[in-house]
């Protein structure tokens, strides 16, 4: 058995401002956007990698999720990484359309580093060479 990751999940705190917080300002895809009850199954991909791993954007309706959520967000720990070019550049690009940086571009052994704030209920990582 080879097993490839295929989708991953981000609890969100509402779904369509994940959906254009992901797709309008991180530059992701959609995906799939299937209703499923008062929820839908939601996936964005990379602009590039259109086939590659999706990122679900699903709903923090049950307590545990919300629990972990708020957890993670207070302790300032990251709930992914995104891999970019150049983390400089894309925090000037994303700090000049509104996204919140809750942590500067720095360096970190080989790797530069900087963490966001989703408005969804999340801190993600950008992560790209230093």
Same mark, same amino acid.
Not at 60 to 67: L, Q, T, V
């Given at each position: 058995m080879k097993p490839r990751i295929h989708v991953m999940s981000v609890f969100v705190d509402d779904q369509a401002k994940a959906l254009d917080f992901y797709t309008q300002r991180l530059g992701f895809t959609l995906k799939h956007d299937v209703p499923l009850g008062e929820y839908r199954w939601l996936t964005v991909v990379g602009p590039d990698d259109t086939d590659g791993i999706e990122l679900l954007l699903e709903p923090? #309706?049950? !307590? #545990? #999720?919300? &629990?972990y959520q708020r957890a993670l967000a207070e302790d300032g720990? !990251? *709930? #992914?990484?995104?891999?970019v070019d150049d983390v400089a550049d894309a925090h000037r690009e994303l700090s &000049?359309?509104? *996204?919140?940086?809750v942590q500067q571009p720095g360096v970190q052994g080989d790797l530069k580093i900087a963490v966001l704030d989703d408005t969804c209920g999340n801190l993600i990582q950008l992560i790209g060479p230093a």
């Open positions: 923090n #309706a049950h !307590p #545990a #999720a919300k &629990e720990i !990251p *709930v #992914a990484s995104f891999r &000049e359309h509104g *996204v919140l940086f």
